[in-house]
C-alpha cells in the first residue's frame, strides 16, 4: 500500500513535457491545498523530468490563487543549464486560470569547505514530548506526528504571546523516509505566526514560500523517517503581511545538520 504523502504528489508526464497533479483531500487546508503539499509536488515533478540536472537546491512558489478540488498541470520549463547549476521556471494551471508561478534550481552537489553558523535550539528528544494534534478542519495536519516544544497555538486571550517562535519535533504520520518532496512539505509546516501573536485563528495564507535545501542525498537517507526538528519566527507584522523565517535540522546537538532554510511572506486580516 502506497504512502498518502505520496498519493498526494503523484503526477502524470504530459506529452508537452507538463505534468497532471491532482489536489488530494487529505492535504486539504481551511482554503485550498496545504501549500507545503503542493510545492512538494512541485518538487517530485521536476526530479523525473530527464534533463533534470542534479537535485534541488532552491524553491519559490508564489500562491497567486487557491488551488481547488479535482486536477491541476504543472507547466516547467528550462531557462539555463550550467555545468553545476540549472534554473526553471513554472507556472501552474488549473481550469485554464493561472493559480501559480515560481522557479526552482536544481544543481550538482561538490566536495567542498564547510561550516554551519546556525545552531540547533537545544530541546528535549522528541520522545520526551507530547504529540499535538490541530483541529480537524485542518484536514493537512493529521498526516504529521506534530511535537511543540515552544509556540504551541492555545486559544483564547491567555494564548496570546509576545514571540511569534514556534519549535517543534515533526515528521510524516505514518512515518516515512525523508526526502526532498517531504523536506519540502515539511518547511511549509508552520501555522500562521499571526495565530500565535494573537492567540486565535484569524484570515491568513501565504503570499510565496521560499526554501534552500541544504541537504544532500546521503544526509537525507542517514535521517531515514526520525523527526526533524522545525524552528521559525517572524521579524514584522503590519500592513496585512508578515514574514516568517524558518530552519529544519535532522535533530539537536553538536551532531546536528542543517536541512533547509524556508522563509515566507504571509497576508492576513485582523480578527472580526
Do not use: C
Not at 512538494?40 to 488551488?67: C, E, F, K, M, W
Request: charged share 15%.
Amino acid at each position: 500500500m502506497s504512502h498518502v504523502f505520496d498519493d498526494a504528489i503523484a503526477v502524470t508526464a504530459l506529452d508537452d513535457g507538463a505534468f497532471r497533479a491532482h489536489a488530494h483531500p487529505a492535504y486539504a487546508n481551511m482554503v485550498g491545498p496545504f501549500g507545503g503539499i503542493t510545492a512538494a509536488t512541485v518538487v517530485h515533478a521536476l526530479q523525473s523530468r530527464p534533463d533534470v540536472l542534479g537535485h534541488p537546491l532552491a524553491l519559490t512558489l508564489n500562491y497567486a490563487a487557491p488551488i481547488g478540488d479535482g486536477d491541476w498541470e504543472l507547466h516547467p520549463s528550462v531557462i539555463r543549464t550550467n555545468r553545476t547549476n540549472q534554473h526553471w521556471v513554472f507556472h501552474l494551471v488549473q481550469n485554464g486560470q493561472t493559480v501559480s508561478t515560481g522557479s526552482a534550481v536544481f544543481g550538482l552537489h561538490r566536495p567542498t569547505w564547510e561550516s554551519t553558523e546556525s545552531v540547533p535550539p537545544a530541546v528535549p528528544a522528541a520522545d520526551e514530548v507530547d504529540a499535538v494534534d490541530f483541529p480537524d478542519f485542518i484536514a493537512w495536519a493529521a498526516n504529521y506526528d506534530k511535537r511543540f516544544v515552544t509556540g504551541a497555538l492555545a486559544a483564547g486571550p491567555d494564548g496570546k504571546s509576545d514571540d511569534s517562535t514556534s519549535t517543534l519535533w515533526i515528521r510524516d504520520a505514518p512515518e516515512r523516509p525523508l526526502d526532498y518532496p517531504s523536506l519540502t512539505s515539511i518547511t511549509d509546516n508552520f501555522y500562521p505566526r499571526v495565530f500565535l501573536r494573537h492567540g486565535t485563528y484569524m484570515p491568513a495564507g501565504t503570499i510565496t514560500l521560499t526554501t534552500y535545501f541544504h541537504a544532500t542525498p546521503d544526509e537525507l537517507a542517514a535521517q531515514g523517517d526520525r523527526h526533524v526538528l522545525a524552528t521559525v519566527r517572524a521579524a514584522r507584522f503590519g500592513n496585512g503581511h508578515f514574514d516568517a523565517d524558518g530552519q529544519i535540522w535532522s535533530g539537536t546537538g553538536d551532531d546536528a545538520v542543517l536541512l533547509a532554510t524556508t522563509h515566507q511572506l504571509v497576508y492576513f486580516k485582523n480578527p472580526g
